[in-house]
T-cell receptor
Framework: DAGVIQSPRHEVTEMGQEVTLRCKPISGHDYLFWYRQTMMRGLELLIYFNNNVPIDDSGMPEDRFSAKMPNASFSTLKIQPSEPRDSAVYFC????????????FGEGSRLTVL | DQQVKQNSPSLSVQEGRISILNCDYTNSMFDYFLWYKKYPAEGPTFLISISSIKDKNEDGRFTVFLNKSAKHLSLHIVPSQPGDSAVYFCAASGSGNQFYFGTGTSLTVIP
């Protein structure tokens, strides 16, 4: 178990509110990924970091989405303002450099925007 | 546009029989392929992988087959067990660090 803690596990909010999802890797890693799961598109990559530096954010759907990684043990994904179409499960995943490519996922944050 | 496609949203199989899950990809630069398994309310967990230099990789009851010319891979589970009931995601990566996932196939193994 590589250990990725995500919070909150469930979030219900109203349209227009700010949402902050958190990810805490508790084991060593070089890469951190944020994915969004929907029925229509499966697991979509939103953004990934290498050694805390954002490398590719082309998957971030709009300027309403932003992500930060202030240190190796913490990352946030923020949606402001939130919209109903943002409702999905958001996963954080980590990977170590040089390994075979396996990603270790957290349990996800289920977001519902009313 | 989806670069990795799983065209079967669901599959039901009798316990003890073979489960075959399929996946197609469009990018010929992909050189590493993985299958992940996901139970409800949990994150996906790694199941098995295959490099593009191989056409088959086996791990216990799980075998992944890769057909590069057809840009197709499949996961075989034999014999299927009720505990295998889950959503299975196919994923692919190329020279970068991005992993492209399919939409998933929900497998139900009927006791």
């Amino acid at each position: 178990d590589a250990g990725v803690i995500q919070s909150p596990r469930h979030e219900v909010t109203e349209m227009g509110q700010e949402v902050t999802l958190r990810c805490k890797p508790i084991s060593g890693h070089d890469y951190l990924f944020w994915y969004r799961q929907t029925m229509m598109r499966g697991l979509e990559l939103l953004i990934y970091f290498n050694n805390n530096v954002p490398i590719d954010d082309s998957g971030m759907p709009e300027d309403r989405f932003s992500a930060k990684m202030p240190n190796a043990s913490f990352s946030t994904l923020k949606i402001q303002p939130s919209e109903p179409r943002d409702s999905a499960v958001y996963f954080c995943a980590i990977r170590r450099e040089g390994e075979t490519g396996e990603l270790f996922f957290g349990e996800g944050s289920r977001l519902t925007v009313l | 546009d989806q670069q990795v496609k799983q065209n079967s949203p669901s599959l039901s199989v009798q316990e003890g029989r073979i489960s075959i899950l399929n996946c197609d990809y469009t990018n010929s630069m992909f050189d590493y392929f993985l299958w992940y398994k996901k139970y409800p309310a949990e994150g996906p967990t790694f199941l098995i992988s295959i490099s593009s230099i191989k056409d088959k990789n086996e791990d216990g009851r799980f075998t992944v087959f890769l057909n590069k010319s057809a840009k197709h891979l499949s996961l075989h589970i034999v014999p299927s067990q009720p505990g295998d009931s889950a959503v299975y995601f196919c994923a692919a990566s190329g020279s970068g660090n991005q992993f492209y996932f399919g939409t998933g196939t929900s497998l139900t193994v009927i006791p």
